[in-house]
């Protein structure tokens, strides 16, 4: 395994480092941890970026990483398997370790095993949300992890920024749209319209699955282009329906993306503020 420090904020009393926590065919896949000052125990979050699941890296939400570690939360931000390399489900799987692996050093990094939850945004927030819901599907917990066999990857929480809902009416309006690029992205990562809807997280819901829930926040803009009010609602609905707890936040105005890489967004700072509180009210 593999540590290199990247920063020592004194300022803000944290500390970034990038960590090996896997190898897939030789090739090191890394977790940048944003790690609070103290000894904790602290909440604690694996990161999924977004980038249409074919794109950008673990250095995607740094601002927001930041944040979350300046109020005693610890983060791991991590690199998965992507097309062309890989498509669904082997970044599923790579979520899934990535929980398991924060779960068995969470004590060493100043956490516990049961504060651990998930966080993604765009295509990282609907790979959290399926990450969360299906923590024992053979597809996803498929890699071991030696040093504890025994651990699960049920998530203490999940939240999901802007997440692509359902990436089968995603896909359906890239395609009104015109917009080829992100038809070819959903492609290159799904294969198939049966695979995006097996793998919907409003429609796994709509189907009855069985699903483990553990309690969501779930935020975006009301005028998100991709992502439709209705289909948010539509996920909460189902989510309470089952038995889970569930939050909705939508800000009035904004589309998809509307805090990517922008810490200064109107509404930048008042999501953070709310992911602060939800993730300590959760596991704090």
Do not use: C
């Not at 004590?107 to 990282?124: A, E, H, I, K, N």
């Not at 890489?261 to 596991?283: D, L, S, W």
């Amino acid at each position: 395994m593999t540590t290199t420090t990247i920063d020592a904020d004194a300022r803000a009393e944290i500390r970034i480092e990038d960590v090996e926590y896997q190898r897939q065919a030789g090739r090191a896949l890394l977790a940048r941890l944003y790690r609070p000052a103290g000894v904790g125990p602290f909440p604690a979050v694996v990161q999924v970026h977004g980038g249409a699941w074919v794109g950008k890296d673990r250095i995607d939400n740094d601002f927001i990483a930041r944040a979350l570690a300046e109020s005693g939360v610890l983060v791991a931000s991590i690199d998965f398997r992507m097309p062309p390399e890989a498509s669904y489900p082997a970044s599923l799987a790579d979520v899934n370790l990535a929980i398991r692996w924060l779960k068995a050093r969470a004590r060493t990094y100043g956490s516990r095993p049961d504060r651990v939850g998930l966080f993604g945004t765009s295509s990282g927030g609907h790979q959290a949300l399926l990450a969360a819901m299906r923590p024992d599907d053979p597809r996803y917990a498929a890699l071991p992890l030696p040093e504890a066999p025994g651990l699960d990857a049920r998530a203490a929480f999940v939240i999901a920024g802007w997440g692509v809902l359902d990436p089968l009416l995603r896909y359906h309006l890239a395609k009104k749209a015109g917009n080829a690029a992100l038809v070819e992205h959903h492609d290159a990562f799904w294969g198939s319209e049966a695979a995006m809807s097996e793998g919907s997280p409003p429609a796994i819901l709509d189907r009855g699955e069985k699903a483990f829930l553990p309690p969501a926040l779930v935020f975006g803009g009301d005028a998100d282009e991709w992502v439709p009010v209705a289909t948010m609602h539509r996920l909460a609905a189902g989510w309470k329906k089952a038995g889970g707890e569930i939050e909705l936040q939508l800000y009035p105005g904004q589309g998809h993306g509307f805090m990517t890489g922008k810490p200064t967004a109107p509404y930048a700072r008042p999501a953070i503020e709310r992911m602060k509180a939800f993730i300590h009210r959760r596991a704090g």
